[in-house]
Every structure is written in structure tokens, then in C-alpha cells.
């Protein structure tokens, strides 16, 4: 019994080599062009099948049914939709600039109409594929590989005489990256090569003057922009492209006035106009698009013509705007510049692209050099000795005569004449009419010829100068043949235009805010509540509310949290428990009040706000963000980092798992950070660089008050002295409040103990809020009950001492927030 072979293998190990071996295979076998002569595999092996079938552009067309059974049968085993789709692809005319195949019947439509079977439609080379791509498959110019099965030979690559990736384009999604060629002018960039051969230093901008863009089959104009510009230079790139429209008066009907219409004559490349007039239509119908009475298509063979004609009141030149910044009548190409150079993928710039062909041009031409080289010096080699017998024709004859056979007689020729074999041979099978003397002197002349043929082509291998000025040549030649005008037109100031569009399709939304704050009253005030409502009201419909006043527990509006003029306009931070901030874009609520979350930007999503503070205007050298966390940290982050955020949300600290920010306060240096925990344990820090340092964004901030088990942080607050406001309100959730001097606590330093500045009585009913000891304090209840009471209303107690107050609630009442009144004047 036979060993078996079975190795055990890693599952991922062999999913790992399984699927790169399949990526290698789509990239190279399948989806990238090579950079030499610009063609996918099956268009290189539908190419030569054809001229291997003899279908020159000379000959009659063949049925494509029998080219795609050909291409299956013996260079590519896959599927006989996939190669007739790619032979179809080289046929149209509006897909291709250079079409490399002339096809005869149905072959799709720039509708988006499918082509006809492939027993239907029949094909032939294209001139352009017959001379620039094939004509030289002959000359030992590439290198052949067995085919799938190792019965034929195809060529690894054809001998391009011209860069058909950048004729043609190419498209091409492979496993993890994808190509994007646009087609360009033939005239321009064979100026470009020619350009590059004379001065391999070229500088960019010249280069960019022979082939300034694309030239798309299907016309329309490039607007010359950056996009470009990165494309040609790095290899990638979005160049914007757009149809060619004008506006025209056109006869609806017998009967009827001539109206305005906007005609339609070109489409931007690989642009259904089937599928855009239908997305128009829609438009029109959804009212995205106005002042349109019809759209019409009057296509016909001798181009396209697409009529929109306009109502009566129609603006001709806002609607072909229109057209132009909301449907795909301008649109970009993203190009990425990709293809295979030495059976790897690389994303080449237009010169690298262009001395990539040169390079593989040249090599060719040496080959083909050396080919007609050899060939030249084997007929040489015959000739001279078809001359040496015919000058010794009578001892030939007599040597010939002699001879018992062949053999012999090609024996005592060899030893006689002193000729080759190859020599030899000629002569015994040369006929009698080469004794003629026309027969003899035309031998003469083919001598001479062929020592001259063979000189030019040695000048050919041995100076490359020579060589260059033939490259050269041939490049012009192919050009005066096969050269077209530019179809696509060239418009400047692309950026500009691209610009203005985007800033009508998404207005920028520092434009839009200052739109909305101009349209706001002067006199306005901005109304921010504690349940999260934005609005910007007028100071008689804010007295007339009252909110602002102190007021019992009852159904009252909900408390302000927030009241500021938005003349000048204040700056607000929201600060979010995950430790995201953002500016509140508070100048959208005078014409649609809200919650807060439509003012903030979508990173602050399911991200509950705690806190929102009004930025200073002017130097903010000596103030900071303060922010503490649920574990006891506090960090300083510079406030000069915060005052130019963008319109993005921004994560300024680094939270563990868990761990959430409970208050967040804008710090002076020189004041002192109170903090307190749940069972009134308090500690008073200086906010200094030695006690509270500066940090950056993603620090978590030092451990500043160390919690004992059960014990939680309730919040702190920043006191300045200066201020004359140095008090704190202390509540529970049943109601109990105290206001204390935190002045009178002694300084510490990070994790000291502190003080105990409040008798808690009660273990269960913990300290939940520290508050400012002055203004207006809104209550909060879990029946959605509200208040207001002022602060300085509190006589102050001594630390240590027990609660002095409690609020009326009702049965199970308690207080959810304490919510202080930021005042109607910005903070210094």
C-alpha cells in the first residue's frame, strides 16, 4: 500500500497563501494592462488570435462567435461572455479613442443598449492594431510562453509601437487596487514622446504643455485643475470633466411659439445618455430642477442632440447651471495611473508612464535590429556563394558532373570553392535561369544591397543615436497616419469652477453661519435651557417668561441654563461625557429652534453634553479647560487649542473603560479648584503649573482626589478670589443644601485627604451636586417639576457643620440637577 502523502497545515496558513496566490492571479492574469502595450491578457490573446486567424483590416470581416471560440480554445480558458465582452469593448467607438478593432453590426450604443450575440456581429483587425500592435509579432521583437495547456505559444506582450495605455485608457478593479486611465490625443502624446527622446530632462511643466489632458472619445471639455495637474505628476487624481450644452430657440409644434432650450451635443465620457435623461426627468419631477417644459432625444447618425426645452419663464442660462451642478453633465474622472511595469503593480506618473514604453520601444527596436540583422547576413552568405560558382560556373559543372552523388558534389564544392555548406547546398538547388545573364547581374545587385542593408542596420546596434533618430521617425510616421484632431476641449480655470460648484452643492458652513447670524435680531438674547433647548428670542418675550427670576418648585418652564446678547456673538463649547468637544453652532436657532444635538456636529452623537462654556474673546494665555473625571483626575488642557476648533467634534482626553467626565470649567491661573465627593469630603487645589499642569490632548490628566470605597466624585468647580465669588452650594437628591466658604479650607496638594466640609447626617442620602455659591440655581426633579432659588440667598456655614436647608419636595420627590445660571454678561 502506497505511503500517503496528507500533511497537516494551519487552516489560516493555508487560507493566507490560498488567497494571495488568488490576488496575484486577478492582477496579473486578469484586471491590470500591462504599461508595455497598454493591454489586459484577453485583449492581448483576442489581438493575436486574430492575426493568427489572418483577419487583417485588407480582408473580409469573420464572425465573432469564431474569434471567441479560437481565443477559448487555445490562449484563454474562461468564460465566452467575458472575452466577447472585451472584444466589444475594442470595437466601440465611444469607449475606445483608437478603437483596435473595426467591427460590422451591432455593437452596444452609448445608451447603454447591449451589443448583439456574438453569432450576429463580425470584426476584423483595426488599421492602427494591424501596423502599431502586430505588424512586428514576426520579428523575434517579444518573447512567446506556452499557452494553458502547453500546446501554442502566445506572446507574453505585443510589439507596441505606440503607448495604447495612454491612447485608449484602461479601467480595472483587481484585489485590493483598481486602474483608471483616461484616453488622450494620439498627436499629443507622440509629441511628448518625441519630446522625451530629444530631452530625457524634460521638465514638467513642457511635458504638460504637449499632453495638457485627456481626450475622451465622446468629446465634451476638461477643466484644467489641480486634479489634473496631481494625476500627470503623482499618479492619481480627480479631473473634472463636463458635457458640451448651448442655448438655442426651438419650434415645439406647429402652431406654437418658439421657446428656449438648452441643447445638449456631447456627454461627459462613459456617461449613459439614455440613464442621465432619465435621472433628469426625475429631477424635474421631484422639483430639484425647475423652469423645464420637455426633454427630448433627437439623436440621429450624425451626432448626438439632447433638447431640454424650458417653460416660458424659464431663465435658459440658470437651468444649464442647473444642469451642470446637479446632474452628471459635469462630473469628476477619478484617474488612477496603475498598470504592471515587470510583472508588478505600480501607480506611474504620466513621464514615467511614457519612459516606461520608450524604454520597452527601444528594446524592441533592438531586437527587431538584430533580427533582420541575422537574416540579412544569412541571404549575404548565400548570395556570395551563388556569385562564386557562377564566376567558376564551367569547374561547377564539371565538379557537379563528376560527382557520384549529392553528397560528393557538395563536398569537392565545399573543398574547391571554399564555400560553406549553406553555400554549397544554394548552389546545387540553384536552376538553370540564374545562368541568364539579367539572372546573374540582379544577383550582383542583391549583393550590393545586402552589404549596404547589412552596414546600416550594425550603425543601428552600435550607435544609439541612430537608433533614437529611427524611433524617432517611425513615431512621426505613425502620427501623420493615424493622428486625429482633439475631440475634448480644454477649459481653464477648473478649480474655480469646481469651487463654486461644490460650495452650491455643500455651502460651507462657516458661509452658512454667518448667513444666519446676520439674519438675527441685534437686540436678540440666546436662550440655552436645561433640557436641552436652543432658541434666540427678544428681550420682551424673555421678560415676559421670566425665566430668569427665582421661582418655587412647580410646572414651570424648564431652567435656563444659559442666557447671552448675541451681539457680540458669543463663543460656546459643549463638552461631552465621553470628552469630546465641539462649538455650538448656536446661530442656526433664530430661524429653527431645537434641542441642542442639531447644533452640534454628528461625532457628539449618543454623547450626553455635561457642561457648555462660553470662550473668552481676545488672549487666553493664562486660563485653561479644566476637566474631571469619575475616577478623581483633573487636566488642564490650554485654552488656546480649543478657540480655532473646526467644525468637527474633538476628543481632548483619554478615558479608560468605564470612566466618564463629570464636570468641566474654564480655569484661571492663580484661582483654586474646588472639589468634593459624595460623602462631603472636599479638596481645594491652586490651579498652577506645578499643582494642575498644562497637558495635551490625549493625556488622561494626574490623579488629583483619591476616592475610598462607596465614595464618588460629585463635581468641582473653579473659584477666583478676584472675583469676590468664593462660595459653593452643597445639595443631596432629598433636598438638603448648604453653602459654604471654600476659602476658609485649607490649600492641599494632589491626593491629599482634604476636609470634611459638610456633616452628612445621613449615609443615604450622599452629597449628588457642588454648585456656585451665588446666582440663580435651577431645580431639576424626577416628576418634571422645576425651580429656581438664589444662591446668595444661603447664609453661609461654617466647615464641618451640618446642612442648614432643605427644599419642600414632594413624597419620593428628588432632585435630579442643579442647573447654574451662566449670566447675561461674558465672562472675563
Known amino acids: 500500500m502506497a505511503e500517503e502523502r496528507v500533511e497537516p497545515i494551519a487552516l489560516h496558513q493555508e487560507m493566507q497563501r490560498s488567497y494571495l496566490e488568488y490576488a496575484m492571479s486577478v492582477i496579473v492574469g486578469r484586471a491590470l494592462p500591462d504599461a508595455r502595450d497598454g493591454l489586459k491578457p484577453v485583449q492581448r490573446r483576442i489581438l493575436y488570435a486574430m492575426q493568427e486567424l489572418g483577419l487583417t483590416p485588407d480582408r473580409p470581416y469573420r464572425k465573432c462567435a469564431r474569434v471567441v471560440g479560437d481565443v477559448l480554445g487555445k490562449y484563454h480558458p474562461h468564460g465566452d461572455q467575458a472575452v466577447y465582452d472585451a472584444l466589444v469593448r475594442l470595437v466601440q467607438t465611444f469607449a475606445s479613442r483608437h478603437p483596435l478593432l473595426d467591427g460590422h453590426g451591432n455593437f452596444g450604443s452609448v445608451d447603454d443598449d447591449p451589443p448583439a450575440a456574438m ?54 478593479i483587481a484585489v ?116 423645464i417644459a420637455d426633454i427630448r432625444d433627437e439623436s440621429d447618425r450624425e451626432g448626438m442632440r439632447v433638447v431640454v426645452e424650458l417653460r416660458r419663464d424659464g431663465n435658459p442660462e440658470k437651468v444649464l447651471a442647473d444642469l451642470q451642478r446637479r446632474t452628471a453633465l459635469q462630473s469628476n474622472f477619478g484617474a488612477i495611473l496603475l498598470a504592471l511595469v515587470n510583472g508588478q503593480p505600480q501607480q506611474l506618473s504620466l513621464r514615467q508612464l511614457l519612459q516606461t514604453f520608450l524604454d520597452y520601444r527601444e528594446l524592441t527596436l533592438i531586437r527587431r535590429t538584430s533580427h533582420a540583422l541575422r537574416k540579412t547576413e544569412d541571404r549575404l552568405e548565400v548570395v556570395e556563394g551563388l556569385i562564386t560558382a557562377l564566376n567558376n560556373l564551367q569547374a561547377v559543372i564539371a565538379m557537379i558532373q563528376e560527382a557520384a552523388d549529392a553528397a560528393s558534389a ?79 476641449r480644454l477649459v481653464e480655470g477648473g478649480d474655480e469652477l469646481m469651487a463654486e460648484r461644490a460650495a452650491s452643492q455643500r455651502p460651507n458652513t462657516e458661509l452658512l453661519r454667518q448667513q444666519a447670524l446676520a439674519a438675527l435680531p441685534g437686540d436678540g438674547r440666546l436662550l440655552i435651557q436645561a433640557d436641552g433647548q436652543v432658541k434666540v428670542i427678544s428681550p420682551q418675550v424673555l421678560g415676559r417668561l421670566h425665566i430668569n427670576e427665582p421661582i418655587a418648585l412647580g410646572d414651570e418652564p424648564s431652567p435656563a441654563r444659559l442666557i447671552l446678547p448675541i451681539e457680540p ?192 447626617g445621613d449615609i443615604k442620602d450622599p452629597i449628588t451636586a457642588i454648585r456656585p455659591g451665588h446666582g440663580l440655581i435651577g431645580l431639576m426633579t424626577n416628576q418634571k417639576r422645576h425651580g429656581r432659588v438664589e444662591a446668595s440667598n444661603y447664609a453661609c456655614v461654617e466647615i464641618g457643620a451640618e446642612f442648614s436647608d432643605r427644599i419642600d419636595l414632594r413624597a419620593g420627590e428628588q432632585i435630579t440637577d442643579l442647573i447654574p445660571l451662566q449670566g447675561s454678561e461674558p465672562s472675563n
Not at 505606440?162 to 491612447?167: E, G, I, R, S, T
Not at 563536398?411 to 554549397?424: F, H, I, N
Not at 548552389?427 to 546573374?440: A, I, W, Y
Not at 478623581?632 to 473603560?657: M, N, Y
Open 410 to 488: 557538395r563536398a569537392s564544392l565545399m573543398v574547391r570553392l571554399d564555400l560553406t555548406e549553406r553555400q554549397a547546398d544554394a548552389v546545387l538547388s540553384m536552376p538553370l535561369r540564374r545562368l541568364t545573364g539579367l539572372e546573374q547581374e540582379s544577383l550582383r545587385k542583391e549583393l550590393e544591397e545586402l552589404r549596404q542593408e547589412r552596414e546600416r542596420l550594425k550603425l543601428l546596434l552600435e550607435n544609439r543615436d541612430q537608433l533614437l533618430d529611427a524611433l524617432v521617425a517611425e513615431l512621426k510616421k505613425l502620427r501623420k497616419r493615424f493622428a486625429t484632431p482633439r475631440r475634448t
Open 176 to 291: 485590493g487596487m483598481a486602474t483608471s486611465i483616461p484616453p488622450h490625443n494620439l498627436g499629443e502624446v507622440v509629441d511628448g514622446l518625441i519630446a522625451l527622446i530629444r530631452k530625457p530632462d524634460l521638465s514638467d511643466e513642457r511635458l504638460l504643455e504637449l499632453i495638457p489632458g485627456p481626450d475622451f472619445p465622446t468629446g465634451g471639455e476638461v477643466l484644467l485643475s489641480s486634479g489634473l495637474r496631481d494625476t500627470y505628476l503623482r499618479g492619481r487624481g480627480s479631473i473634472p470633466m463636463r458635457g458640451v450644452a448651448h442655448i438655442e430657440e426651438v419650434q415645439p409644434g406647429k402652431g406654437r411659439h418658439k421657446r428656449n432650450a438648452v441643447v445638449v451635443t456631447e456627454l461627459p465620457y462613459q456617461l449613459s445618455k439614455a440613464g442621465w435623461i432619465e435621472k433628469l426627468a426625475e429631477s424635474v419631477n421631484d422639483g430639484k430642477i425647475g423652469g
Open 569 to 760: 456673538p458669543p463663543k460656546l463649547l459643549a463638552i461631552s461625557e465621553g470628552g469630546r468637544i465641539a462649538l455650538l453652532r448656536w446661530e442656526f436657532a433664530g430661524q429653527q429652534p431645537g434641542s441642542i444635538d442639531r447644533f452640534l456636529p454628528t461625532g457628539l452623537d449618543g454623547d450626553p453634553v455635561i457642561a457648555i462654556e462660553h470662550l473668552p474673546d481676545g488672549d487666553a494665555a493664562d486660563r485653561s479647560l479644566g476637566l474631571l473625571s469619575s475616577d478623581g483626575r483633573f487636566k488642564r488642557l490650554p485654552l488656546s487649542e480649543i478657540l480655532d476648533l473646526s467644525g468637527r467634534a474633538t476628543s481632548v482626553v483619554k478615558l479608560k473603560e468605564g470612566i466618564t467626565l463629570r464636570a468641566a470649567m474654564i480655569c484661571r491661573n492663580g484661582a483654586d479648584l474646588v472639589l468634593s465627593s459624595s460623602i462631603g469630603r472636599m479638596l481645594r487645589l491652586p490651579v498652577t503649573d506645578e499643582s494642575l499642569p498644562v497637558m495635551g490632548r490625549l493625556a488622561q490628566g494626574p490623579m488629583t482626589m483619591r476616592l475610598f470605597p462607596g465614595e464618588s466624585i460629585c463635581g468641582g468647580l473653579c473659584l477666583d478670589s478676584k472675583d469676590g465669588q468664593t462660595t459653593v452650594l452643597l445639595s443631596t437628591a432629598q433636598g438638603r443644601i448648604s453653602r459654604i466658604d471654600a476659602m476658609e479650607l485649607r490649600r492641599c496638594r494632589r491626593g491629599d485627604l482634604g476636609e470634611m466640609a459638610i456633616e452628612l
Open 119 to 172: 453569432r450576429y456581429t463580425e470584426t476584423r483587425l483595426a488599421p492602427i492594431a494591424h501596423q502599431a500592435l502586430l505588424e512586428e509579432i514576426g520579428d523575434d521583437t517579444v518573447d512567446f510562453a506556452a499557452n494553458f495547456d502547453g500546446s501554442q505559444q502566445e506572446p507574453t506582450v505585443l510589439p507596441a509601437q505606440l503607448p495604447f495605455l495612454l491612447l485608449n485608457g484602461c479601467s480595472g
